[in-house]
C-alpha cells in the first residue's frame, strides 16, 4: 500500500476548505492520497472561533477558477504558470477542463517533489503538466526554471498567483511581475490580498483583526496586508492594463449558493485581483 503524504496545519485547512471544488475522479484519486489525520491545535482553534475561515478559503479558490475559465474562453490556446502552487490540485482541473493548453507549470519550493510523485501515480502518461522546484523570490532561479521547464515568453500566458503575496515583500512581489511582463499586455495575472484595516467596514473589523492575530501567532511571521491605495501603486508600477478587483460578496454572488456570508465590500479579509502585464 502506498504511503499517504502527511500535510502540514495550514495545507490541511486550505485543501479541506476547499474540498467541493474537488469533485473529479482524477481530483478525487490526488486527494485520497493524502493524509489528512494530522491533529493541530491552531487548526482547530481557527475554525471554532473563526468558522467563516473556511467559506472565504472556497470562495478564494473558486475566484480564481472562475478567472480562469472567463480567461479559457476569450483565449482557448495559452499556457498557465502557477506561482507558489502548494498542494492545490489546480493543474489537474487545468487539465482535464482546459487540454488545449500548451503547457502548466506549477513553481514552489515546498512539497513539489512528492505533488509529483502523486501525480506520476495517477497520471503516468501525462506530458502537459511540469514541475519546478524554486523559491519564487528568487528572480533569477525563477527565470532559468520556467525556461527549462518550458516557458515561452513570447505567448500568451495565464499567471496564478494564489495565497502568495501576504507572504512575502512587496518588492519580491513587483520583481516576479517583472518576469512576466510583456509589451502588448498578453499576460493575466490572478491573485488574492489581505485588505488592510482601513479598507474594511467597522462592524467587520473583530472577524477581520481575530483572525488575522491568531495566523500571526501560529505562523513565522504576520500576514502582510495591503490597502487598495497600495495595490493601485503596484498596478501603476507594473503598467497594469485591464484590472478587475473582486470584493468577497461578489465571488460569493458569482457562487451563487444562499444564505450569503458576506455582504459589504471589504467583507471577508481578502480580494480577489486580476489583471495584464
Known sequence: ??????????????????????????????????????????????????????????????????FISERMNAHPVQQAIILGAGL??????????????RKIIEVDNGDIAEKKAIYDRILPQQTLIHFAPCDITDTPLLRSFLAHSGYAPG????IVFEGIIHYIPSSAFLDVMQLFRTPGHHNQVMLDYCLAGEDVPLACRPL??????????NLPAPLKVYSRRQINAFLQEL??????????????????????????????IIELLNFYI
Do not use: C
Not at 487548526?43 to 467563516?52: H, I, N, V
Not at 477581520?208 to 501567532?217: K, N, R, S, T
Open 239 to 268: 503598467h497594469a492594463a485591464s484590472v478587475e478587483r473582486e470584493p468577497l460578496p461578489l465571488t460569493e454572488k458569482k457562487r451563487g449558493l444562499k444564505p450569503v456570508q458576506f455582504k459589504a465590500d471589504g467583507e471577508g
Open 208 to 217: 477581520h483583526e481575530g483572525v488575522l492575530d491568531i495566523l500571526a501567532a
Open 88 to 101: 492545490d490540485p489546480l493543474s489537474l482541473y487545468l487539465l482535464e477542463n482546459y487540454p488545449q493548453l
Open 1 to 66: 500500500m502506498t504511503e499517504k503524504l502527511k500535510v502540514r496545519a495550514t495545507s490541511k485547512l486550505i485543501l479541506e476548505a476547499a474540498l467541493p471544488l474537488y469533485h473529479s475522479t482524477l481530483q478525487q484519486q490526488y486527494i485520497n492520497a493524502i493524509d489528512f489525520s494530522e491533529t493541530n491545535r491552531f487548526f482547530y482553534e481557527l475554525k471554532r472561533r473563526y468558522p467563516q475561515i473556511i467559506e472565504i478559503v472556497l470562495l478564494r479558490k473558486f475566484g480564481i477558477r472562475h
Open 155 to 158: 505567448q500568451p500566458a495565464i
